[in-house]
């Protein structure tokens, strides 16, 4: 069974930092392309990064690019985001996202 759980938002001043973990069980997160995507209040879902299956070939929304790392560990099978210089508009809740699978997601909040 695919499970997938997001992990280590908050609250964060403007400009603060955040690293966001995803633990993925039933399938080796490795062998797959593996995003995060974000829900802000009122809004629709929002692609935020993908790192492509087997290598470390990553993506980013323009709204991130620079501030924003997604990676993954294939011995904790986990997937990342390392997110910097935060902005009151990357307030949302992230999800891990595999192949139609998404999580339960995590808050992100930002704020002064």
């Known amino acids: 069974e695919v499970q997938l759980v997001e992990s280590g938002g908050g609250l964060v001043r403007p400009g603060g930092s955040l690293t966001l973990s995803c633990a993925a069980s039933?399938?080796?997160?490795?062998?797959?392309?593996m995003s995060w995507v974000r829900q802000a209040p009122g809004k629709g879902l929002e692609w935020v990064s993908t790192?492509?299956?087997?290598?470390?070939?990553?993506t980013y929304a323009d709204s991130v690019k620079g501030r924003f790392t997604i990676s993954r560990d294939k011995v904790k099978n986990n997937l990342y985001l390392q997110m910097e210089r935060l902005q009151p508009d990357d307030a949302a809740v992230y999800y891990c996202?595999?192949?139609?699978?998404r999580g339960r997601g995590t808050r992100v909040a930002v704020s002064s």
């Open positions: 996202t595999k192949a139609g699978d």
């Open positions: 039933g399938f080796p997160v490795r062998n797959f392309a």
């Open positions: 790192i492509k299956a087997f290598g470390n070939t990553t």
